[in-house]
């Protein structure tokens, strides 16, 4: 009983001190003495349904102060605080919650509000989509890579990649347009990856597109080999039609011109004509006609 008693006693001078001190630090502050808390986050930017925290802090750590918060001229909460910030948890879920917010501060009789603090909504990015285009020559290259997020506030900041290491510069697009990035490579003698990030000023959240791979083209030496390979397949082809042609001028053709000649040449004859003595009176004597005999020679 005495040892519960005792108990009671000492918190109650312990209070009376504290009371005491306070009452003490009230008196001797003034009011120029006790400026404004500050009221801030860790971010100003988030996204609908994001949970986020705000601090409420002074410059004074040797008060006990009493801290406010408040949303437009909603009350949100009380917390009492010494030395330290007081966190107010908070969740985004639409425009009307995205300010103005401000903290109250009290001591005493004093109390100072903090200026208007605010957060900025912002539509996150969806994942872009990578389109490339190549241009093919016998020792180059040449690529041209574009990147579109469909989806997310403006502006936008794109940035490509080759596998996992950045190829370009940070290219902002404040309308909803591809980023486009070109680049020369020699022929590669393996599989190249590239891909590209989007990111908008919501903090710690980048889209990324799907990897797009592009085929190996068997390295420098692979033009020469192209052309070794067509020109193997185009020389049985030449080789067919010289033969043809060789047939054609040393076989089919002097035949053709014999024919042809032959059918042109004129066959001459000479005419030699004979006088045949005329028969001996017959019977039927009415008719008495000569006879003339034609002999040809060639």
């Known amino acids: 009983m005495w040892s519960h008693l005792n108990k009671l006693l000492f918190w109650a001078m312990l ?7 306070t009452v003490l630090d009230c008196k001797a502050m003034k009011t120029n003495e006790f400026p404004p808390p500050c009221l801030d986050s860790e971010t100003n930017v988030v ?9 409420c802090s002074h410059k004074n750590k040797s008060l006990q102060i009493t801290y406010s918060l408040f949303r437009s001229k909603t009350h949100l909460g009380t917390q009492d605080g010494k030395g330290e910030p007081v966190i107010f948890n908070l969740s985004i879920t639409g425009a009307h919650e995205s300010g103005p917010y401000k903290c109250k501060a009290q001591v005493c009789n004093h109390s100072k509000y903090s200026p208007n603090f605010n957060f900025i909504i912002v539509d996150p990015v969806t994942a872009p989509v990578l389109n490339i285009t190549v241009i093919q020559t016998e020792t ?19 940035t490509f990649f080759e596998k996992h290491v950045a190829i370009s510069p940070v290219i902002s697009k404040y309308n909803r347009e591809p980023a486009e990035f070109n680049l020369t490579r020699k022929n590669p003698g393996e599989e190249e990856e590239y891909r590209c990030g989007a990111k908008n000023r919501l903090p710690n959240y980048t889209a990324y597109s799907q990897p797009v791979t ?3 083209t068997g390295g420098d030496s692979c ?14 082809l030449l080789v067919i039609m010289v033969v ?15 024919r ?18 005329p028969r001996q009176q017959e019977a039927c004597d009415y008719y008495k006609p000569g006879y003339v005999y034609a002999e040809l020679n060639f």
């Open 15 to 21: 209070s009376s001190v504290t009371c005491k001190n």
């Open 260 to 277: 042809a000649g032959h059918s042109q040449e004129l066959q001459y004859a000479t005419a030699v004509f004979r006088e045949v003595a």
């Open 214 to 216: 592009m085929p190996s």
């Open 47 to 55: 996204m609908k349904g994001q949970s986020v925290s705000v601090f």
């Open 140 to 158: 180059d290259q040449h690529i041209t890579l574009l990147c579109l997020s469909v989806n997310g506030s403006l502006p936008i900041n794109y």
């Open 223 to 236: 033009p020469f080999c192209l052309k070794l390979l067509l020109l193997g397949l185009l020389l049985p």
């Open 244 to 258: 043809i042609i060789l047939i054609l001028a040393f076989w089919i053709l002097p035949k053709y011109k014999a």
